[in-house]
């Protein structure tokens, strides 16, 4: 997402973008990319799939460092389970887990990830105890739920769903909100009787703090421009995103909220940083 966002950008105008995954709580850095020659530091662009939740031993502070310019896009986990759990639909995977604590094996690509927040909201949420087994990443993860190690996993959409469509797994709820049209009829958890287990992944573009107002305001321009593109748009959707393109007062509030929110969690259910 992030690569397909700064190419289309750049379209248009010279920047540097430096795409890199920002997950709050986890470690910056994971890919950069230049895309021309252009070196000042004004010019240069954070983008990132932003994950709520905090990590004192990051070597920055992210509401303090970054400054948020518009949120881009959301998507949802889809919770899956394997065939050999007889659960069909969620409330039979709670009386599940609740007959039988600990003995589900939750896989997650590592501890504080999307996925392992995203199963401990559930457990808190739902009264139930599942047994985290963190893998070394996503697809490990995936790979564990189809070979039967784990039970249970949320996944991406575009992680999960060739292998629900191939029968491989089985998709019992989305993480979202409001439903993500790419998923068809699959309920959200708060329609699955999980109310308050919801889950959003936000895609958004930051910037270095300092950078001057104006030139914010002409990325987050930019930015509206292009995610409302009906080219862009198809691309974000067939991959199971939902645009939202929300300027960057509201999506720095966004952030706030889920910061506390995910912190929260964090502290509640024992979470420690990996």
């Known amino acids: 997402m992030a690569q397909f966002v700064c190419r289309s950008l750049v379209e248009s105008r010279p920047i540097v973008l430096i795409t890199e995954v920002v997950q709050i709580g986890m470690t910056l850095w994971q890919q950069h990319e230049r895309v021309d020659s252009v070196e000042a530091p004004e010019r240069t662009l954070r983008v990132g799939v932003v994950i709520q939740h905090l990590n004192p031993k990051l070597p920055y502070n992210a509401e303090r460092d970054f400054a948020p310019v518009s ?95 191939s029968g491989q797994v089985r998709a019992l709820a989305q993480t979202a909100t409001t439903r993500v049209p790419q ?66 007062a509201a999506f720095a509030s966004l952030l706030s909220k889920e910061v506390a929110k995910w912190q929260k969690v964090a502290e509640d259910r024992g979470i420690s940083p990996p």
């Open 71 to 165: 949120l881009v896009a959301v998507t949802p986990l889809v919770i899956a389970v394997h065939p050999s759990v007889p659960a069909q639909n969620m409330q039979e995977l709670v009386a599940l887990a609740k007959a039988k604590p600990g003995e589900l094996n939750m896989a997650s690509p590592g501890n504080t990830t999307g996925p392992h927040l995203a199963g401990e909201l559930f457990q808190s949420v739902s009264g139930i105890k599942l047994q985290h087994v963190p893998y070394r990443g996503g697809p490990q993860s995936t790979t564990a739920l189809i070979r039967g190690e784990a039970q249970v996993y949320f996944d991406t959409p575009t992680g999960i769903m060739p292998h629900v469509e």
């Open 183 to 248: 998923l068809g009829n699959m309920p959200t958890m708060a329609e699955a009787g999980c109310k308050g287990c919801e889950f959003d992944v936000y895609n958004g573009i930051v910037v270095p703090a300092g950078v001057p107002v104006q030139i914010a305001a002409r990325i987050e321009a930019a930015i509206k421009a292009v995610v409302t593109d009906a080219k862009v748009r198809q691309r974000f959707e067939t991959d199971g995103f939902a645009v939202v393109a929300l300027p960057g």
